[in-house]
Nanobody, 122 residues
Framework: QVQLVESGGGLVQAGGSLKLSCAAS???????MGWFRQAPGKEREFVAA????????RYADSLKGRFTISRDNAKNTVYLQMNSLNPEDTAVYYC????????????????WGQGTQVTVSS
């Protein structure tokens, strides 16, 4: 199986930036990876996804332009650069992976990380 471990979350001020990392281990060749987030009392929300080659990326429309997803296959790691953060971005951010294309439907996710808390203060 694939194991995913997120890091980089924390408390930041509005307007600040964070870069999340997700390290994958196990059988990872060819895997697609991405990020979802979930705020208290809200549904889990798609954030971004990237193919194994990195040639294709996908973002939630509301986040495109502020968030950037990338990956380094030599390190088996995917990143999420988050800029211009606001309190509405406060959520637990989950790394996700699948041996298929990821989209906004979280039910296609095969593997989940434990989540990392991102809190943006006003």
């Amino acid at each position: 199986q694939v194991q995913l471990v997120e890091s980089g979350g924390g408390l930041v001020q509005a307007g600040g930036s964070l870069k999340l990392s997700c390290a994958a281990s196990g059988r990872t060749f060819g895997i697609s990876m991405g990020w979802f987030r979930q705020a208290p009392g809200k549904e889990r929300e798609f954030v971004a996804a990237i193919t194994w080659s990195g040639s294709s990326t996908r973002y939630a429309d509301s986040l495109k332009g502020r968030f950037t997803i990338s990956r380094d296959n030599a390190k088996n790691t995917v990143y999420l650069q988050m800029n211009s953060l606001n309190p509405e971005d406060t959520a637990v951010y989950y790394c996700a992976a699948a041996f298929s294309a990821l989209d906004s439907n979280w039910k296609f996710v095969q593997f989940w990380g434990q989540g990392t808390q991102v809190t943006v203060s006003s």
